[in-house]
Nanobody
Framework: QAQLVESGGGLVQPGGSLRLSCSASGFTLAYDAIGWLRQAPGKEREGVSC????????HYADSVKGRFTISRDNAKNTVYLQMNSLKPEDTATYYCAKYISCGGSYYKPGGSWGQGTQVTVSS
């Protein structure tokens, strides 16, 4: 069964860094646009970043431009989100998903969003 599983979250102080991983099983993510989304308590899920399948073009929400970097390692069937200069407002549960195309609709293979990975930025 196709799945995407997130990991790498944690508690970090403002200004700190984390690297999230999105590992695929049951399919080869090199052929898909993959993106990261986040959801803070009481807020709607929002797109954070996306990397296209065709040429590796990357996309970022304005709120994370210059601080976050998305990348993929096709050999490991994994997409990463390097998060630097973290701010308290980055606190959220982070999820990865397949995109039809970056900026478009997305879905979670297997249908369940699962627990994601929690990022907490606090002193």
């Amino acid at each position: 069964q196709a799945q995407l599983v997130e990991s790498g979250g944690g508690l970090v102080q403002p200004g700190g860094s984390l690297r999230l991983s999105c590992s695929a099983s049951g399919f080869t993510l090199a052929y898909d646009a993959i993106g990261w989304l986040r959801q803070a308590p009481g807020k709607e899920r929002e797109g954070v970043s996306c990397i296209s399948s065709s040429d590796g073009t990357t996309h970022y929400a304005d709120s994370v431009k210059g601080r976050f970097t998305i990348s993929r390692d096709n050999a490991k069937n994994t997409v990463y989100l390097q998060m630097n200069s973290l701010k308290p407002e980055d606190t959220a549960t982070y999820y990865c998903a397949k995109y039809i195309s970056c900026g478009g609709s997305y879905y979670k293979p297997g249908g369940s969003w699962g627990q994601g990975t929690q990022v907490t930025v606090s002193s």
